[in-house]
Each structure stands twice: as C-alpha cells, then as structure tokens.
C-alpha cells in the first residue's frame, strides 16, 4: 500500500492550498482516509477524514468552516482544499488510511510521508 501525498507549499495567510494523496496498492472499500498535521514540536493531531464507500466526512474544530475534504474514486484520490489558511496551520500534512476510528492516529493502518505547508507572509 503506498499512500502519496502532495500539493503542500507556501502561502501566504488568507490564501488557499489543495492537498492530494493518492493511494494505491489495494482495494480502500470500509476504509477511511484521514489528513493529520504536525506542527514543529507538537504532537500530530487530526485534521479531517473521510470514509471511502460513503462520503461520510468529519473535521478537528479548527478546520470546520475552512477546509474540505473530498474523494475521486476513481482516481483513487482523496483532497483537502484549505482557504483562509493561518500562521497556525504550518505544518507537515500527512495523509492516512484506516478502517476503526478516524479520530485517531490509532485507527490508521497506513500512512504516507507528508507534505510541508508553510503559512507565511
């Protein structure tokens, strides 16, 4: 299973970034896919997921209302578009896949090796 993400960069604050990851290796059906964040010296913490079959999405508190995570099946791709991003929101982003509670970096099987977003001016 190999799960790609990309699309990280920098931005300036107020701007907009859209993250790919890519997976690949098996069938994700009952699978969860899931974005994290890990800021220098903090502990990696969810951002959002979103349930392969279903759709079915949830976000952290902090991204509610700014960012989107969605899925292309076909081409086996999940997506999180970020607007209005912070200096807060700095971070390696990693994508990840799992099938038990996607709250929790526990509930994930597989993950891939992150991509850096810099929010800065």
């Known amino acids: 299973v190999q799960l790609q993400a990309s699309g990280g960069g920098l931005v300036q604050p107020g701007g907009s970034l859209r993250l790919s990851c890519t997976a690949s290796?098996?069938?994700?059906?009952?699978?969860?896919m899931g974005w994290f964040r890990q800021a220098p010296g903090q502990e990696r913490e969810f951002v959002a997921s979103i349930w392969w079959s279903s759709g079915m999405y949830d976000y952290s508190e902090s991204a509610k209302g700014r960012f989107a995570i969605s899925r292309d099946r076909d081409k086996s791709t999940v997506y999180l578009q970020m607007n209005s991003l912070r200096s807060e929101d700095t971070a390696v982003y990693y994508c990840?896949?799992?099938?038990?509670?996607?709250?929790?970096?526990?509930?994930?099987?597989?993950w891939g090796p992150g991509t850096q977003v810099t929010v800065s001016s």
């Open positions: 290796g098996r069938s994700f059906s009952g699978f969860v």
């Open positions: 990840a896949s799992g099938r038990n509670s996607p709250f929790s970096q526990d509930g994930y099987d597989y």
